[in-house]
């Protein structure tokens, strides 16, 4: 008969058999144990192993994908802490034009959202399908307020996000539910973060870049942000608030070379990723290519990995402003 262990989590115990994986044998008991892909994707199932042995979904600082590890002993976990999700009213305050696909969206919540950097909501206008989005900083200055501030893309033939600043506008109603997610700052870990954003995946990112630069003065962090060509850097003031920063390191990254500014390299943002070290803590937000790739890059030298994957919807329209005189200055300086 196979062995048997147990597990500890909080006040909770379950068994599992020996070499069984742990969030499976969570699942299996009633045990909710956070989780999201189940498929060692999205850092969602992250926990620290707190005492025992396990093989597999190792990710630094003695924290495990349970979703990834085998279980071989007894075991003490301990998940990190989340906010419950709610459900409240809102309404919409303001909805703007940051690029020509992508809005901002201001909701003010009826009551106050306790949430985390990196978190996302369903936002749910009138009887229109629910949509997930990420809150995130103001781009002028990383600070948050009560508001939760969207930037969504508009994606062509799409039910809800063609409607924003059309049928749904300053005033319109609108309910959240949220938060949800585990890609968020945990404050555990003091090294160094890096972070990559592609297109409106710089929403969540941003949130991480603000709050944990809020936390500390002195964090050495990576910002590496990729859009789809000049047009579509919607978020050229957070840009140049994280190039100020003498602690941040920024790179820019564009999917279409721009023929006037040759020094911005092309690709995605893991394609740019510097040389990791198993300290380093990244998040990823973006495109599941990219998204991947950035995960295999930390697997590779154990650092700890989270991830919001976006699947990318509709194509971008030509936009009216390029701003190519302050990013040709934001890139005077080099190595940052
Ligand atoms: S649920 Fe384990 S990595 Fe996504």
Redesign the pocket.
């Known amino acids: 008969m196979a062995k048997t262990f147990n597990v500890t989590v909080q006040d909770q115990h379950f068994p599992v058999t020996a070499g069984g994986r742990l969030?499976d044998a969570a699942l299996q008991n009633g045990v909710d144990l956070p989780?999201?892909?189940?498929?060692?994707?999205?850092?969602?199932?992250t926990i620290e192993l707190t005492q025992g042995i396990t093989l597999g979904g190792e990710v630094g600082c003695g924290n495990i994908?349970?979703?990834?590890a085998r279980v071989f002993s007894n075991l003490v976990i301990t998940p990190h802490d989340a906010p419950d999700p709610m459900r409240c009213a809102g309404v919409v305050e303001e909805v703007s034009q940051l690029a020509a696909d992508v809005v901002k969206v201001s909701v003010k919540p009826r009551r106050p959202i306790d949430w985390l950097p990196g978190q996302y909501m369903k936002l749910q206008f009138g009887r229109l399908p629910a949509r997930s989005f990420s809150p995130t900083a103001k781009l002028s200055d990383g600070s948050f307020d009560d508001r939760l501030t969207f930037h969504i893309k508009q994606v062509r033939d799409g039910l809800v996000t063609p409607k924003l600043g059309h049928e749904i506008t300053a005033g319109s109603k609108v309910t959240i539910e949220g938060p949800f997610g585990h890609a968020f700052l945990r404050e555990d870990h003091a090294g160094r973060i890096v972070l990559l954003g592609s297109g409106t995946g710089f929403a969540p990112i941003w949130a991480i870049a603000a709050a944990a630069r809020k936390a500390s003065a002195t964090r050495p962090m990576v910002l590496i942000c990729g859009a789809r060509s000049i047009e579509s850097l919607y978020m050229q003031a957070a840009l140049h608030q994280a190039h100020k920063h003498p602690q941040t390191r920024l790179q820019i990254v564009l999917e279409k070379r721009h023929a006037k500014l040759p020094t911005i390299p092309c690709g995605t943002p893991a394609d740019h990723m510097p040389a990791l070290n198993p300290d380093d803590v990244v998040f990823a937000a973006g495109s599941p290519r990219m998204v991947e790739k950035a995960r295999e890059k930390a697997k590779i030298v154990g650092a700890r990995f989270y991830a919001d994957a976006f699947t990318p919807q509709g194509a971008s329209r030509p936009a009216a402003s390029t701003g190519l005189g302050r990013l040709a200055r934001l890139f005077a300086a080099p190595g940052r």
């Open positions: 969030l989780h999201d892909c189940r498929a060692g994707q999205c850092g969602a199932c994908l349970a979703c990834q």
